[in-house]
């Protein structure tokens, strides 16, 4: 069964670094999404994709937060400048259509000291 | 503004209980998505089942079976004769049509604990 996958599974960085946190949606997907959820907290939406633009982002969302589709398998979120606050879970998640069923990847645990 | 309200944050309960997960959502649109997401305790989000505003028929697949009533803003989850393996997060989440919002709003979570 297809699914969406994530690495790393686990960043530790220091405040201030560049982080890149990778995904691969499943493959006949054409929406794609970053979710977050800080340590025993809700899911929280940061931004969607389609069609190799932004179409919806969050408040969260600011301009440390950059998001890629580098080539035809791969969705990136980079955060340029991290800190303390931005260590969570980070979920990537895709879905056929607009408004269909989002499959989420393992997700990558971000650690920023 | 949509909003996902999970009233339970902890439930406990016995091996072969059944339990029910509380979900109570808002939306101004009439085309919206209900769905139940579960995560186990290694972590990631496994889906389980989506329902659209047109369709209050309540489902069951296997032990689970969901209680959707629109008259109450209700989306609500048994598990019949609970076993460990249940013990997880589970999350409710909304999704609205009409506005153009397709991002998932969750609620907060019900911790289930299942106990032997």
């Known amino acids: 069964e297809p699914e969406v996958t994530q690495t790393p599974s686990h960043q530790v960085t220091q405040m201030g670094q560049e982080v890149i946190l990778r995904c691969v949606p499943i493959?006949?997907?054409?929406?794609f999404y970053w979710y977050r959820q800080i340590l025993g907290q809700k899911v929280e939406f940061l931004v969607s994709?389609?069609?190799?633009?932004?179409?919806?982002k969050s408040e969260i969302f600011d301009d440390q937060f950059s998001v890629e589709r580098p080539d035809g398998s791969n969705f990136t979120l980079k955060i340029r400048s991290t800190k303390l606050e931005d260590s969570a879970m980070y979920f990537c998640?895709?879905?056929?259509?607009?408004?269909?069923?989002?499959?989420f990847g393992p997700g990558t645990r971000l650690t920023v000291l | 503004a949509q909003k996902v309200t999970q009233a339970q944050t902890e439930i406990s309960v016995v091996e072969k209980e059944d339990v029910t997960l509380d979900c109570v959502y808002e939306t101004r649109d009439t085309t919206y998505y209900l769905f139940w997401y579960k995560q186990p305790p290694s972590g990631e989000l496994v889906f389980l089942i989506r329902?659209?505003?047109?369709?209050?028929q309540n489902e069951i697949s296997g032990r689970y079976s969901w209680n959707f009533q629109k008259s109450t803003s209700s989306f609500n989850f048994t598990i019949t004769a609970s076993q460990v393996v249940d013990s997880a997060v589970y999350f409710c989440a909304l999704s609205e049509a009409e506005s153009g919002n397709t991002p998932l709003v969750f609620g907060k979570g019900t911790r289930l604990s299942v106990i032997a």
């Open positions: 329902r659209n505003s047109f369709d209050e």
């Open positions: 493959s006949n997907h054409l929406y």
């Open positions: 998640a895709s879905s056929e259509f607009r408004s269909d069923t989002q499959y």
């Open positions: 994709f389609y069609n190799n633009e932004i179409s919806e």
